[in-house]
């Protein structure tokens, strides 16, 4: 027995009738091309029963010699054939870059199935999206991640002062996300130097990136030829080319310059800008919003991950125009610095601030399961559970979804699961596209959907 999803098991030689593969249809071609050049060879030979099948021929196409009818349609029969084994080729061939010990069939199931999935734009950064992809990329083939580049510490930070080139760390990070998470390069581009005069505390990843940017003298080229190094699925792309700089101006005044320094001014942020003021959206990410099913804000730091995308007028622009189902998914923990205090209402009001608009996102998606056990290092770091306010959202016209988002942890830990983010995500686009509304929690209550105004 072979298993392609939850719940569903078929014996293996009957997964080849599974719709969607695209091998059904060349099979019978070839099928039926047989079929084709067994009657003329016959016809050739006059074999009866196919003798008297020629005399009806004959009747009708009288004018035509039964030597010329039979060449025509044993070719026509080969030219039917053939196609039909060029396209099984293909269709098998294809899975050539496919990597695991998945057999052929499931190989061929998983590649047809993403391939048709929805139409997913990811923005954010830091670890928040690349977590995300990873849960993401079971879902569908279609994927763009957008991703910030107002990094300016640690490794990325270094590269960015030295070689004037845009953060790679983000966008190596989603790229590693997408790929094969078993394979031996894509290890390597996550492998971080742990000594070396001028090496230590540089990833492979960033270097091979900054190389190639050198190369082709553009980073969306480096990130595409890197993305075919590791096979990924779907793409990455930078929210700008510009050398954008985050500024915060704080609730007291202060005006703090860089993404780095922000969490370290200890500080309620009032408002979050760019310098340049202006930066251009890179043309492809505007194509893909434009074309997107559904669009995931975070998880990821607020401030300094997510909301510096929307910083980029073209982008936020588009969000709010676009037709897709919009999702913000919220942090579990409050980040010291940050979202000191900040309610699950606090986060949604700081996206529509910098967007400018309450159509930023449509529903928020939050974690409603806390371990019993939760580790001391939270409390020690000023990092508390972000609240839920149920009644603000309403005010806001957020429509609510909760679930349980965090990985088993012996250890009290609270960090987001991958693959339950990714499933409670196309559960509520699925559930918006079928009933029209998409909140839910454990129990899916008649209370919620009333507080939904359903």
Not at 119 to 143: E, P, Y
Request: with cysteine; hydrophobic share 40%.
């Amino acid at each position: 027995m072979k298993r392609f999803r939850a719940n569903v098991t078929i014996p293996k030689d009957a997964g080849w009738l599974i719709p969607g593969l695209q091998v059904k249809r060349w099979f019978a071609l070839i099928l039926f091309g047989a079929v084709l050049m067994t009657i003329g060879i016959l016809i050739l030979i006059d074999i009866k029963p196919i003798f008297y099948t020629m005399e009806f021929i004959r009747r009708i196409a009288n004018t035509v010699s039964t030597e010329w009818l039979a060449f025509a349609i044993c070719m026509f029969g080969a030219a039917i054939f053939f196609k039909g084994w060029q396209k099984t080729n293909l269709s098998i061939l294809d899975l050539g870059d496919e990597k695991g010990d998945n057999s052929l069939l499931e190989n061929l199931y998983r590649r047809r199935k993403l391939n048709r999935g929805p139409k997913i734009v990811a923005v954010g950064g830091g670890t928040g999206l690349s977590m995300l992809l990873k849960g993401i990329k079971h879902i569908t083939n279609n994927i763009t991640a957008v991703v910030t580049v107002g990094d300016d510490g640690g490794s990325s930070g270094r590269l960015r002062e030295e070689m004037g080139i845009l953060p790679p760390g983000d966008i190596r990070n989603c790229i590693a996300a997408l790929a094969d998470d078993e394979d031996l390069v894509t290890k390597l581009f996550q492998y971080r130097f742990k000594t070396g005069e001028g090496l230590e505390g540089h990833s492979f990843g960033n270097l091979f990136l900054t190389a190639l940017c050198s190369i082709t003298g553009d980073m969306v080229r480096a990130v595409k030829e890197s993305s075919n190094v590791l096979s990924i699925r779907g793409r990455v792309l930078p929210a700008t080319l510009d050398d954008m700089k985050l500024v915060a101006e704080m609730e007291d005044g202060r005006i703090i310059k860089g993404e780095s320094n922000i969490p370290e001014a200890h500080g309620r942020i009032k408002r979050l800008f760019t310098d340049p003021k202006h930066c251009k959206a890179l043309e492809d990410v505007i194509a893909a919003i434009k074309d997107a099913d559904l669009i995931i804000l975070g998880p990821g730091s607020l401030y300094t991950s997510v909301i510096p995308n929307l910083l980029v007028d073209e982008i936020s622009q588009e969000i709010v125009k676009s037709k897709a189902k919009k999702i913000y998914v919220c942090n579990i923990m409050t980040q010291p610095g940050e979202t000191d205090g900040y309610a699950v209402s606090d986060h949604v009001k700081a996206l529509m601030q910098h967007a400018n608009s309450r159509r930023i996102v449509d529903a928020v998606l939050v974690n409603d399961y806390l371990p019993a056990n939760m580790a001391q290092k939270y409390q020690q770091a000023g990092s508390y559970p972000v609240k839920l306010d149920r009644s603000n959202l309403k005010k806001l016209g957020i429509t609510l979804c909760s679930k349980k988002l965090i990985e088993d942890s012996k250890e009290g830990l609270v960090r987001h699961s991958s693959h339950r983010v990714a499933r409670a995500i196309l559960y509520w686009y699925k559930k918006v596209l079928r009933d029209g509304y998409g909140c839910f929690s454990i129990e899916e209550c008649e209370e919620e959907k009333q507080e939904c105004n359903v």
